[in-house]
């Protein structure tokens, strides 16, 4: 089932740097783990970002033989309920 999330997004262009949000949808079956990360509103209050008081979660996707990380908007709680949600709904014995 895939699900949206809001992923952070930071470009450097050297003497600035973008900070903005970037919706995309993943499947949820594939995600490893989710946990709150902390480090992001670090950066984002040094960076004066307008998005310094908002929770970000690191979440570790399963791309077959590695995994991939990415700060997501929202708290591991927040994000770990819609997952749940997602994935609650009735399905075929062999989906």
């Known amino acids: ?11 450097n262009q050297g ?7 970037k919706k995309m949808y993943i499947n949820s079956r594939n995600i490893v783990s989710i946990t709150d990360y ?6 984002l209050l040094r ?6 008081k908002e929770s ?6 399963n791309k077959g033989g590695s995994t991939e990380e990415i700060i997501a908007f ?10 749940q949600n997602k994935s609650g709904t009735k399905r075929l014995l062999n989906d």
Do not use: D, P, W
């Open 38 to 43: 902390n480090e992001a509103n670090k950066f």
């Open 56 to 61: 970000f979660s690191l979440l570790k996707i």
């Open 74 to 83: 929202g708290s591991a709680e927040q994000l770990f309920s819609i997952f």
């Open 1 to 11: 089932m895939l699900v949206e999330i809001k992923k952070l997004l930071i470009e």
């Open 15 to 21: 003497y600035k740097t973008n900070i903005s949000l």
């Open 47 to 52: 960076e004066n970002s307008h998005l310094k």
